[in-house]
């Protein structure tokens, strides 16, 4: 480029010039930025977020969008965070196991991959837009399996997936939170997922590609223990924290492959500390982990014993210890089943102190949002608005790889209570 002459005259240029090319900006999604294409520059502020110094432009012609976007570059650079983040809404997105799937697994998943050019369905970010339509999200959280194998090729279609979903609804990757599940820990270097096979890789290398893919959808290192933990401000005034741990923490078998669960306890003490959730607070407090704190089928089919049934094999210490911690609600996923639950949480009775009952603790499981390996071959997301009238569950189901629509809607009532005071949720109430 070649500055051939500087005008001293002043410019009107705000709201009459346009974008004549799209600015290759890095931490957002083809979607998101496709919306500056041939759009009126309204104010300095939508210059101002964006992490570059020159911009292609004309003046502005009849037809070009006139709306203001102010795109903000994401600021938390670590995967534990106490700084507050503003969120535009009261609604969560909340999806898991999508499984995202290539090679011989390709059918694993249900939906069209972004990179794929021949199309008999949406893919999975398109088929969730079009099912809230215009419906505001303030995040999205994301609870493992993102993958079939771990294989580095689906990790990068879960981040491309990832970045159009969050393109899709208006997002950055502060408005994210993610944590892998079994089958995003390549224990194994085989092509295929089986149970059986067997364990060949060492800790740090079967979670050599879940960083990878962490690092390049965050910019910035996974912690050891692949955890995460951020503080929302609600526009409803709640503060909304969630601590979300890496709940495969266990080595699997010896010589086998398992969905077997574990939370290391340092992980969650870790994020609660930063969190400072050794305090009461009037702030409303999720735990997100993949494998479940309790049993989600009415009856467990013998052959799952040695995988402990999708349960974490710690899960009776995990559910006291968020008690403890005023956890609020439990996210998971891992066994494809949409589920609901809520239980009074005790002490043992020989550790009983005069705060043996611990507190009420609420469970919401998602079913897969993408895997064929479904009952009924149904798929799955939940929407969670949280606002002073309570928590407001909407779980959404396809069929078939079909048209997402609400299933059912449960809602739990918030209320101020103790002292110092408290938020406490109230149990389930099913509206439709």
Same mark, same amino acid.
């Given at each position: 480029?070649?500055?051939?002459?500087?005008?001293?005259?002043?410019?009107?240029?705000?709201?009459?010039? *346009?974008?004549?090319?799209?600015?290759?900006?890095?931490?957002?999604?083809?979607?998101?930025? &496709?919306?500056?294409?041939?759009?009126?520059?309204?104010?300095? %502020?939508?210059?101002?977020?964006?992490?570059?110094?020159?911009?292609?432009?004309?003046?502005?012609? =009849?037809?070009?969008?006139?709306?203001?976007?102010?795109?903000?570059?994401?600021?938390?650079? %670590?995967?534990?965070?106490?700084?507050?983040? %503003?969120?535009?809404?009261?609604?969560?997105?909340?999806?898991? %196991?999508?499984?995202?799937?290539?090679?011989?697994?390709?059918?694993?998943?249900?939906?069209?991959?972004?990179?794929?050019?021949?199309?008999?369905?949406?893919?999975?970010?398109?088929?969730?837009? +079009?099912?809230? &339509?215009?419906?505001?999200?303030?995040?999205?959280?994301?609870? +493992?399996?993102?993958?079939?194998?771990?294989?580095?090729?689906?990790?990068?279609?879960?981040?491309?997936?990832?970045?159009?979903? !969050?393109? !899709?609804?208006?997002?950055?990757?502060?408005?994210?939170?993610?944590?892998?599940?079994?089958?995003?820990?390549?224990?194994?270097?085989?092509?295929?997922?089986?149970?059986? *096979?067997?364990?060949?890789?060492?800790?740090? =290398?079967?979670?050599?590609?879940?960083?990878?893919?962490?690092?390049?959808?965050?910019?910035?290192?996974?912690?050891?223990?692949?955890?995460?933990?951020?503080?929302?401000?609600?526009?409803?005034?709640?503060?909304?924290?969630?601590?979300?741990?890496?709940?495969?923490?266990?080595?699997?078998?010896?010589?086998?492959?398992?969905?077997?669960?574990?939370?290391?306890?340092?992980?969650?003490?870790?994020?609660?500390?930063?969190?400072?959730?050794?305090?009461?607070?009037?702030?409303?407090?999720?735990?997100?982990?993949?494998?479940?704190?309790?049993?989600?089928?009415?009856?467990?089919?013998?052959? +799952?014993?040695?995988?402990?049934?999708?349960?974490?094999?710690? #899960?009776?210490?995990?559910?006291?210890?968020?008690?403890?911690?005023?956890?609020?609600?439990?996210?998971?996923?891992?066994?494809?089943?949409?589920?609901?639950?809520?239980?009074?949480?005790?002490? !043992?009775?020989?550790?009983?102190?005069?705060?043996?009952?611990?507190?009420?603790?609420?469970?919401?499981?998602?079913?897969?949002?993408?895997?064929?390996?479904?009952?009924?071959? &149904?798929?799955?997301?939940?929407?969670?608005?949280?606002?002073?009238?309570?928590?407001?569950?909407?779980?959404?189901?396809? &069929?078939?790889?079909?048209?997402?629509?609400?299933?059912?809607?449960?809602? #739990?009532?918030?209320?101020?209570?103790?002292?110092?005071?408290?938020?406490?949720?109230?149990?389930?109430?099913?509206?439709?």
């Amino acid at each position: 480029m070649r500055l051939t002459g500087i005008d001293t005259e002043p410019l009107n240029f705000f709201g009459h010039f *346009s974008f004549v090319a799209v600015p290759r900006l890095p931490y957002y999604s083809e979607a998101v930025l &496709n919306r500056l294409q041939d759009k009126v520059i309204k104010s300095p %502020d939508e210059l101002r977020g964006m992490d570059t110094t020159i911009w292609r432009i004309r003046p502005r012609v =009849e037809g070009d969008s006139d709306k203001e976007i102010i795109l903000t570059i994401h600021s938390l650079s %670590d995967p534990v965070s106490a700084e507050s983040v %503003d969120l535009g809404s009261n609604t969560i997105l909340h999806i898991t %196991d999508p499984h995202y799937a290539v090679g011989k697994g390709r059918d694993k998943h249900v939906w069209t991959l972004e990179g794929e050019t021949r199309r008999s369905k949406p893919t999975l970010a398109e088929a969730i837009k +079009g099912a809230i &339509n215009n419906r505001s999200i303030g995040m999205v959280l994301v609870t +493992g399996d993102l993958t079939f194998t771990g294989d580095q090729r689906e990790f990068e279609e879960a981040r491309t997936s990832l970045f159009r979903l !969050l393109g !899709l609804l208006q997002l950055d990757v502060d408005r994210l939170v993610v944590i892998p599940g079994n089958h995003d820990i390549r224990w194994t270097k085989l092509e295929t997922y089986e149970e059986d *096979s067997v364990v060949t890789e060492a800790p740090e =290398e079967a979670k050599a590609n879940y960083r990878e893919f962490y690092f390049k959808l965050f910019r910035h290192k996974a912690n050891p223990t692949l955890s995460m933990g951020r503080r929302f401000l609600l526009p409803s005034g709640i503060a909304l924290e969630i601590c979300a741990v890496n709940s495969s923490s266990l080595a699997q078998g010896q010589d086998f492959l398992a969905g077997m669960g574990r939370i290391e306890e340092s992980a969650f003490e870790g994020v609660a500390n930063a969190l400072d959730w050794k305090k009461e607070a009037l702030s409303f407090r999720i735990l997100a982990l993949h494998h479940h704190l309790m049993l989600t089928e009415n009856l467990e089919p013998v052959t +799952g014993y040695g995988r402990g049934f999708g349960i974490a094999i710690d #899960a009776t210490r995990i559910t006291r210890m968020a008690a403890r911690y005023g956890v609020h609600l439990a996210i998971h996923g891992h066994k494809h089943r949409a589920f609901l639950w809520r239980s009074g949480v005790y002490e !043992l009775p020989e550790h009983a102190q005069p705060t043996w009952q611990l507190g009420d603790l609420s469970l919401i499981g998602g079913g897969s949002a993408g895997s064929s390996e479904t009952e009924g071959q &149904n798929n799955y997301f939940n929407l969670l608005q949280i606002d002073n009238s309570g928590l407001r569950v909407e779980m959404y189901r396809a &069929n078939r790889g079909g048209i997402f629509q609400q299933m059912s809607t449960w809602t #739990a009532g918030l209320r101020i209570d103790g002292d110092p005071p408290r938020l406490v949720l109230s149990a389930w109430s099913k509206k439709s």
